[in-house]
T-cell receptor
Framework: KAGVTQTPRYLIKTRGQQVTLSCSPI?????VSWYQQTPGQGLQFLFE???????NKGNFPGRFSGRQFSNSRSEMNVSTLELGDSALYLC??????????????FGPGTRLTVL | AQSVAQPEDQVNVAEGNPLTVKCTYS??????LFWYVQYPNRGLQFLLK??????LVKGSYGFEAEFNKSQTSFHLKKPSALVSDSALYFC????????????FGPGTRLSVLP
């Protein structure tokens, strides 16, 4: 079974631009979560989607948004990029309902660099 | 609110020695507890989880973890460390009520010295 895939793997943008990252979960998984990982802040939860509905949202500004499609694929968008948005963005999928005991399976991440 | 603490930024052990990576947590209900490992330039890999039942949980690559409700701890252990175990380890908790997201600890870097 294929794992979680994320595209692109690496991205370089300049301040003020916007970016869209894509995540394809493991087949059959309906929950997709997004995390931002930085050396200073560690892993921070962005949002979780289940069956195309946002179930949870972390403490990030409105510049960060996401969506999930009917095939469970998810995208996250960051508008008006800032230098501090440089990070590894990780997507994770899990089977079943959010809030359950199922573990998350992570993709390799998208490394975003904002210049 | 949920929270996870990993009191050690770095743990160094000699190859062949037992290792322990510590984790304590705080939740309002019953916890779902997880350990993940991250190798350089890679995503996180699931090691093991505690949902209910036996307090000693066995996972991948010879790792195990002990759930201690009174001490609100979920320490990761391995009887004999390998150099290849060197990586960043994350403890995570999910509060049992529906709709709670995962909260990850800050991570502990494990270095196994040959």
């Amino acid at each position: 079974k294929a794992g979680v895939t994320q595209t692109p793997r690496y991205l370089i943008k300049t301040r003020g631009q916007q970016v869209t990252l894509s995540c394809s979960p493991i087949s059959g998984h309906r929950s997709v979560s997004w995390y931002q990982q930085t050396p200073g802040q560690g892993l921070q939860f962005l949002f979780e989607y289940f069956s195309e509905t946002q179930r949870n949202k972390g403490n990030f500004p409105g510049r960060f948004s996401g969506r999930q499609f009917s095939n469970s694929r998810s995208e996250m968008n960051v508008s008006t990029l800032e230098l501090g948005d440089s990070a590894l963005y990780l997507c994770a999928s899990s089977f079943g309902t959010s809030g359950g005991g199922g573990e998350q399976f992570f993709g390799p991440g998208t490394r975003l660099t904002v210049l | 609110a949920q929270s996870v603490a990993q009191p050690e930024d770095q743990v160094n052990v000699a190859e062949g020695n037992p290792l322990t990576v510590k984790c304590t947590y705080s939740v309002s209900g019953n916890p779902y507890l997880f350990w993940y490992v991250q190798y350089p330039n890679r995503g996180l890999q699931f090691l093991l989880k505690y949902i209910t039942g036996d307090n000693l949980v066995k996972g991948s690559y010879g790792f195990e973890a002990e759930f201690n409700k009174s001490q609100t701890s979920f320490h990761l252990k391995k009887p004999s460390a390998l150099v290849s175990d060197s990586a960043l380890y994350f403890c995570a908790v999910r509060d049992a009520p529906e709709g709670q997201n995962f909260v990850f600890g800050p991570g502990t870097r494990l270095s196994v010295l040959p």
